[in-house]
């Protein structure tokens, strides 16, 4: 039986964790644990399954004990609402009002919940209907169709080849500056030269000419595509 479940501020917090979570992940029936889910809500784990055991009853996800959880058709289309007015409001920031792209992710986390759908449509079209956010990841539409990016970190990337940065996965603010630091901002372009796995070290070339390093972290979180690849290829 499905019960209603009138969205609200954490109702959507938990499906859009889940939903960036499943996006993650390399099958699509993999379930998202809830120690995950958890620690990326910073609650408790009764806490959590608690709150799931909610939505399951409610149609927004399917819930299996001590194994993890994933969205339903239902939830995965509220979830895609929820992301989608996060990534225009962070674009709207910095495009409209001039703000950085390291400062948007918690101004856009309050706003998110407040906005209309007919404002966050206006929005989408003063801006132009753009496909990616700030930090190169996809916006959904307003049906709920997201694009897939086949794209890949610096880690797995081929050496001495034209890159385009297309996302940089982690919001963090201080991340983010260390990332324009090193030119690698969505839209710019890059060079493995040297991957050094005895330092951990990987030497790239900027656009600019200017020689970087990078240790593997960070490299896991910046994503790049070659230039020669079709930007529309994986889009649905």
């Known amino acids: 039986m499905i019960v209603a479940m009138l969205p609200s501020q954490t109702v959507e917090n938990y499906l859009k964790t889940i939903y960036l979570a499943q996006a993650a992940m390399a099958s699509e029936k993999e379930l998202v644990p809830m120690g995950q889910l958890a620690s990326s809500l910073g609650v408790v784990p009764g806490t959590a399954t608690t709150m799931v055991?909610?939505?399951?009853?409610s149609g927004l996800v399917h819930y299996e004990p001590y194994m993890g959880v994933?969205?339903?058709?239902?939830g995965e289309r509220l979830a895609s609402l929820v992301?989608?007015?996060h990534r225009l409001i962070e674009l709207f920031l910095v495009k409209v009002l001039g703000m950085s792209w390291a400062e948007v992710h918690d101004e856009a986390e309050q706003?998110?919940?407040a906005v209309s759908e007919r404002l966050i449509d206006r929005i989408d079209e003063m801006l132009g209907r753009?496909?990616?956010d700030p930090h190169g990841d996809p916006i959904p539409t307003a049906e709920g169709r997201i694009a897939r990016p086949e794209d890949l970190d610096l880690l797995a990337a081929p050496t001495r080849t034209k890159l385009q940065v297309s996302r940089v996965i982690d919001q963090d603010p201080a991340f983010l500056r260390f990332v324009e630091q090193c030119e690698l901002m969505p839209g710019r372009t890059v060079v493995i030269e040297t991957r050094d796995a005895a330092s951990d070290a990987i030497r790239l070339t900027s656009e600019s000419g200017r020689q970087v390093a990078i240790?593997?972290?960070a490299a896991a979180k910046v994503r790049v595509r070659p230039l020669s690849r079709d930007p529309t290829k994986g889009r649905t």
Not at 53 to 57: G, I, N, V
Not at 70 to 74: G, I, V
């Open 70 to 74: 994933r969205l339903t058709p239902a």
């Open 215 to 217: 240790g593997g972290r």
């Open 130 to 132: 753009p496909s990616v």
């Open 53 to 57: 055991k909610a939505l399951a009853e």
């Open 111 to 113: 706003l998110e919940h």
């Open 83 to 85: 992301s989608r007015r």
